[in-house]
């Protein structure tokens, strides 16, 4: 009996051994508030399509503790971004620069856009000159009013 007791209570208190502290914010709220604005607008490298604010990959929390320690060490904001971008690239920026490494990302989607656009109005060209645009001989105008006049004719069925 004892043992089984033992055994419920040492389950019992197994699940808040397996969990994490809390990130501790820095001491300086003024390093805080600019540790968030300079990694809202830089991208998780693990994650892609979240900023490093809101990841939660443990590369983020690296690069926002490298973050904080150059805050400390007086780097102006530009030159985290700069130390960033020499380090990783420019992917790691949400808004990278407008240069010609960067113009196919920049202008890419526009290109794609006008492309469609311009093979939507070739599409549309050709089928316009396939249409038969004469006007029916009286003998096929008399045919097919008479088919209509037909009740007798077996009607196709409406699938509706």
């Known amino acids: 009996m004892k043992k089984s007791a033992l055994a419920a209570l040492l389950l019992t208190f197994a699940t808040q051994l397996h969990a994490a502290d809390a990130t501790p914010m820095a001491e300086d709220p003024v390093v805080e508030a600019r540790l968030v604005a300079i990694s809202e607008e830089l991208r998780c490298l693990v994650c892609q399509n979240e900023s490093l604010a809101a990841s939660r990959a443990e590369l983020a929390q690296d690069l926002r503790r490298e973050v904080r320690t150059l805050i400390r060490d007086g780097k102006s904001d ?10 990783y690239g420019d992917f790691v920026l949400y808004r990278p620069p407008v240069k010609p490494s ?23 060209r050709r089928r316009a000159g396939r249409v038969d645009a004469t006007p029916l001989s009286a003998t096929d105008r008399a045919a097919a009013e008479a088919l209509l006049a037909d009740t007798t004719a077996p009607r196709p069925k409406d699938d509706r």
């Open 78 to 87: 530009a030159d985290i971004r700069a130390y960033l971008v020499a380090r």
């Open 102 to 124: 960067t113009w196919l990302l920049w202008f890419g989607p526009f290109l794609l856009l006008a492309g469609g656009a311009a093979g939507l109005v070739a599409y549309l």
